[in-house]
């Protein structure tokens, strides 16, 4: 079948991006060349597109997230370890969420697209409760999630000591909290970064998106592992403006159906937490934070993450909307374009 062009819509604001996008490409590959063998970190986090990634995240059809990973997997850009998909108070029906990322890798599939996992379904996904002390995280009654279990167990096989796994969520911090409940040891082999919460004055907060949905387990998150949170989101809708520019195939009809589904709140783009990983140049800024604690038992959102040079945590304050699109269409292109 003849497939159609997939070049950007050609706007000012997108070529910018591209020729931006094409200079980050560039440096990256002169970085390799002069540091051959070494671990120098690719952007301004510790951790970049060389690290393996488990993906976390409920439904399949609000952002771009899982669409990102898949190209990104196919073009040998990340290693996509998994996707742990479940349910939250906004996608609570866990049948659906699973079958929409599962007909998202089948599309992907059978247009050709290659090194992309399975799903892992989360069956049972409450939130944690808080212990009766109120204090401490180790007298949390876990339980054996199947995303919890995963991440313990690919993170002993996967993890190097200077290459963590990058546990990326899009949803509610719980499996990862739980990881750590089942295995402490696990922290010293993870790394999360969360697209969640909003930022204010001194910091950001563990609130709206994906913040709200287990308290808890933000703050067991965010004072045990190495934290990242990025809560510095742009206009997904950007990213396929046009849909009859997409690719003639099954992965571009599944992404054309998607289209209009697509949230049109900027604070909905969970995409951001992979990209953050995944795309040399996206994170434009970042600043060190510490988590406030301890947490109210009534308490709605997380900790507050509050600016501190010497805290532990790291919270991503601007991103490169404009430069994700580009490289969304990039891989559209070097994928389908043979």
Not at 168 to 196: C, E, F, K, M, Q
Not at 217 to 225: G, M, R
Request: glycine fraction near 6%.
């Amino acid at each position: 079948m003849k497939r159609r062009s997939i070049a950007p819509v050609a706007a000012t604001r997108v070529f910018r991006a591209v020729r931006a996008l094409t200079l980050a490409l560039a440096v990256v590959g002169c970085t390799e060349q002069l540091d051959a063998g070494r671990t120098r970190p690719h952007g301004l986090l510790p951790v970049d597109e060389r690290n393996p990634i488990i993906l976390l995240n409920d439904g399949a059809k609000d952002n771009w997230a899982g669409e990102y990973a898949v190209l990104l997997a196919n073009a040998g850009a990340i290693d996509l370890a998994a996707i742990v998909v479940s349910a939250s108070p906004a996608w609570p029906k866990i049948e659906d969420n699973v079958d929409g990322f599962t007909e998202l890798l089948r599309h992907a599939r059978d247009s050709g697209l290659k090194n992309l996992p399975e799903t892992t379904t989360n069956s049972f996904n409450s939130p944690l409760k808080m212990p009766d002390s109120g204090k401490e995280v180790e007298d949390t009654s876990p339980y054996r999630s199947a995303g919890a279990v995963l991440i313990k167990e690919l993170s002993a096989e996967l993890a190097l000591p200077y290459r963590p796994v990058v546990v990326v969520t899009g949803g509610a911090l719980t499996d990862v909290a739980n990881a750590y409940l089942l295995d402490p040891t696990v922290v010293d082999r993870v790394v999360v970064i969360s697209s969640l919460g909003a930022l204010d004055a001194t910091g950001a907060a563990m609130a709206m998106p994906n913040g709200e949905m287990d308290p808890w387990a933000d703050l067991i998150v965010a004072t045990k592992f190495r934290y990242i949170q990025v809560s510095a989101y742009y206009d997904q809708l950007a990213d396929v403006p046009d849909p009859t520019l997409l690719p003639m195939n099954p992965f571009g009809d599944w992404m054309r159906d998607k289209q209009p589904r697509i949230f049109d709140i900027a604070v909905a783009s969970d995409q951001v937490a992979l990209l953050a990983a995944a795309l040399p140049g996206f994170v434009e800024q970042v600043q060190q934070v510490s988590a406030i604690v301890p947490l109210a038992a009534n308490s709605s959102s997380g900790p507050h993450l509050t600016a501190n040079p010497n805290g532990p945590a790291q919270l991503v304050t601007d991103t490169a909307g404009a430069l994700a699109s580009a490289r969304l269409w990039q891989l559209l292109k070097s994928a389908f374009s043979k």
